[in-house]
């Protein structure tokens, strides 16, 4: 039944509170509702995690009619509609996962007026059968959400979104809003020009996650890497992204094999697997997705606590959704980026790929800006937020950068070895083979090329690969070779690198980083208040049993930042309990007394 909050019966905060358990709007939030709710059209850009989805879902509970959300992903629809459902709230998804009894009874609810929200996927909502069906009824409004969908300079660009402009055309009168967590200045106004929202308000959140932390290490043995990162997470959830499906398997059976709770993940598996995959990490039932980029967006999952690119993003934009998949419940969370040379190499062979030049163009700009980002010796916040177009006033004391300042060196004397050895082996071979000749490798290749003969054959034997890898990267990202991609990626001088190579200036790096630093974890705390580590768990275990028997994701019955609350403020009635973020009447209802039966018996023992 249709839920009771039309806007005759309170104000969006009370329905905030009432519904959805939120004490206080964030920053925003209600400018964009009050807005929505007058009829009035929006452009909405929020970091993940930051409530966008509330800018609508409000408004849809106080506007006459349903409102239309276009969701890309099975998946997001699946998740938020559950998430509604649980809140009270009457939510539906109309998509190609339904049976046809299912399909048949959303539209039966559709037209008699029963739902308060739809979810639906941009080609089914564009079908000429269903845009028939929604001149019949009355609209709230659309949600546009992963707009950045819609713009050829978005990191996901899909062409199917394109043609959602046609709405305006032939629904003028009904509010539209467009919702997106990344999209630098390009993207925004393609997105406003193709969903004709020339005369929406504009509201740019901001891009920062300040509970996340950064951290670039080199790539060098990587399986290692992970495993050392792992080490102190064994009990978190977290994501593992990978660039290939091979590489998602294999990283998925080391991790099985050491007896860690880790499943692959990636578009060539069946759709059961991988909903089983998706389904046991939801209910924390898996700890760890091995995953291509196929798996997250829209994964509503609060509790990750970690992700880990175990190699290079192909663009900013989608390092920074991925990683924004971490610590959308506001509690700290950490990734860690494995920057490897040749992963540049792979990530440009697979754009070259494509047959669109301008397209091509486009990614190649974004990938150099990612390959930026990972070099750069800045603020990671820093750096990150400035290709979003917003700046920090100080660095932000929360990455690798920050907490430990790399160490920098006088790299002259290696430089010049490096430009040597690429220029005595004829500008005709990669990285790792130059590597190889400095280092004096004993392998036959070298010998059938006679590079064993050469002046520059063993002059750097007495560093490890990992320094010549990262010190060609620097040489490569400061101007002086470059990578002929088209040619196998061999390294070629350029005019810059002759006054070094003639010790006329001086070349002073980073020194390389290998290993996850051994840093002091997040402290645990939520809204500033220290909580109470072994309540959280016993509230999390308790959590695990309702979602088990309710037959949904622990989270659908209450956040990590809730159950920290909780933990924090000790409520022992139904009052205290109310005042907790995320807890509302429905919610109290199902499973107030449950948890206050936890803190009352903990604080008794």
């Known amino acids: 039944m249709k839920i009771n909050t039309a806007s005759a019966s309170g104000t969006s905060l009370e329905t905030l509170q009432r519904v959805f358990g939120y004490q206080a709007f964030r920053p925003y939030q209600q400018q964009i509702i009050d807005d929505l709710i007058a009829g009035k059209d929006a452009f909405v850009l929020m970091p993940t995690g930051g409530g966008k989805s ?54 039966s609810q559709l037209h008699s007026g ?47 979104y394109v043609q959602l402009g046609r709405l305006r055309e032939q629904f003028p009168s009904v509010p539209m809003v467009a919702l997106t967590a990344t999209a630098e200045k390009q993207t925004r106004l393609d997105i406003i020009q193709r969903l004709h929202l020339h005369n929406a308000r ?40 990978c660039l290939s499906r091979k590489r998602v398997s294999e990283v998925a059976d080391k991790l099985q094999a050491d007896g860690i709770s880790a499943a692959a993940y990636h578009a ?66 950490e990734v860690l980026l494995l920057f490897g040379y040749g992963d540049i190499a792979i990530c440009r062979g697979l754009i070259e790929q494509g047959g669109n030049p301008e397209q091509k163009r486009i990614e190649i700009h974004k990938l150099n800006a990612m390959v930026a980002f990972a070099e750069s010796g800045t603020c990671r916040r820093r750096a990150l937020l400035g290709y979003f177009g917003e700046s920090l006033e100080e660095d932000c004391g929360n990455c690798d950068i920050c907490l430990n300042p790399p160490e920098r060196y006088n ?20 990285v790792g083979h130059v590597i190889e000749v400095l280092r004096g490798a004993k392998i036959q290749r070298i010998f059938d090329l006679r590079h064993e003969q050469l002046s520059t054959y063993g002059i750097g034997r007495e560093k490890s690969q990992a320094h010549w890898s990262h010190l060609l990267r620097q040489l490569i990202h400061h101007g002086y070779l470059e990578q002929d991609i088209a040619n196998y990626s061999v390294l070629k001088l350029t005019e810059a690198a002759r006054p070094l190579l003639r010790g006329e200036i001086q070349l002073t790096i980073s020194k390389p980083r290998i290993k ?33 028997r309710d037959g949904v994701p622990p989270y659908v019955v209450f956040g990590d930042a809730s159950l920290a609350e909780m933990a924090a403020t000790l409520p022992t009635d139904n009052e205290a309990l109310l005042q907790v973020n995320g807890v509302g009447q429905i919610k109290l209802q199902r499973y107030g007394a449950e948890f206050i039966d936890v803190i009352v018996g903990y604080m008794c023992r």
Not at 121 to 144: H, T, V
Not at 205 to 220: E, L, M, S, W
Not at 413 to 422: I, M, N, P, Q
């Open 516 to 548: 996850p630093e051994r840093k002091k974890r997040p402290e645990r705390k939520i809204v500033g208040l220290e909580y109470d580590l072994e309540l959280f768990n016993l509230l999390r275990a308790r959590r695990k049993q309702i979602a088990d």
């Open 411 to 430: 790299a002259t004397e290696d430089a010049r070895k490096a430009l040597s050895c690429v220029y005595r082996v004829g500008q005709r071979f990669g």
């Open 114 to 160: 029963q739902l308060d929200l739809l979810y639906v996927a941009p080609e089914r909502l564009l079908s000429s059968d269903f845009l028939a069906r929604l001149g019949d009824l009355q609209i709230a409004l659309f949600a546009i959400d992963e707009a950045h969908c819609v713009s050829q300079w978005g990191h996901d660009f899909r062409p199917e």
């Open 54 to 107: 509330l800018c609508f879902q409000i408004p849809a509970l106080h506007r006459p009619g349903v409102a239309i959300v276009v969701s890309p992903l099975i998946s997001l629809m699946k998740d938020q509609v559950d998430a509604l459902q649980a809140n009270g709230v009457a939510a539906a998804c109309y998509n190609s996962a339904l049976r046809t009894d299912e399909a048949r009874q959303v539209l």
């Open 202 to 241: 504009r509201i740019i959140a901001g891009f920062d996650r300040p509970n996340i932390r950064y951290t670039v290490i080199d790539k060098a043995k990587p399986y290692l890497q992970l495993s050392a990162f792992l080490d102190s997470r064994r009990q978190e959830s977290g994501i593992v992204y």
């Open 268 to 333: 060539g598996l069946p759709a059961d697997v991988r909903k089983q995959v998706q389904d046991d990490f939801l209910r924390d039932d898996l700890q760890i997705v091995v995953a291509t980029v196929a798996f997250g967006m829209g994964i509503d999952k609060p509790n990750v606590r970690f992700v880990v690119h175990y190699d290079l993003p192909k663009n900013i934009e989608s390092y920074y959704q991925e990683t924004g998949r971490a610590g959308r419940d506001g509690l700290p969370a």
